[in-house]
């Protein structure tokens, strides 16, 4: 007998905010109605990136200004056209962010698929290339945390006015 095999074409994707583990929109990447997520490893990236908390609902953006800022820790997932489809909305993509690749170094692999602890991957990423110049000046991170001590507490969208 014959197994089936998916033939679905997967892409792998870097998430540095809200849609981490433990974060407020995470359940997002576990919703099977948006399309299928598998949890690859964790992995910093391996240029320098502006990470900010920014506007009223103090969302982290990612600001395509490389070699500023921190190498910025984060989550290496796969993902399917569908759940890409998802996030590219979700993200909204081209007027907001733009997915792009960007080049990871793997800390720990857990999902079987993401490498070797130290080893090199590519992903896309969602960032910020237009935005305002006044985002450039405020606090840079290394890593987000929807619950940190920053005091910016993120607004979830279902909650915005």
Same mark, same amino acid.
């Given at each position: ?85 998802? /996030? ?47 985002? /450039? ?25």
């Amino acid at each position: 007998m014959l197994s089936s095999v998916s033939c679905a074409r997967m892409t792998q994707i870097f998430v540095y905010g809200t849609l981490k583990r433990g974060q407020p929109n995470h359940y997002r990447m576990l919703d099977s109605a948006n399309g299928e997520a598998g949890f690859l490893s964790t992995a910093c990236t391996v240029q320098k990136f502006p990470l900010v908390i920014a506007g009223p609902h103090n969302v982290p953006f990612l600001l395509d200004v490389p070699g500023q800022g921190h190498r910025i820790q984060g989550e290496l997932y796969t993902v399917d056209e569908r759940m890409l489809a998802f /996030l590219d909305d979700f993200e909204m993509v081209p007027t907001w962010y733009q997915r792009v690749p960007v080049e990871l170094q793997v800390e720990r692999s857990e999902g079987g698929g993401g490498g070797d602890d130290g080893a090199t991957a590519e992903a896309f990423v969602y960032i910020r290339k237009a935005f305002e110049e006044e985002l /450039l000046r405020l606090c840079r991170f290394e890593s987000y945390d929807a619950y940190g001590d920053h005091g910016l507490q993120y607004v979830d969208r279902e909650a915005r006015d």
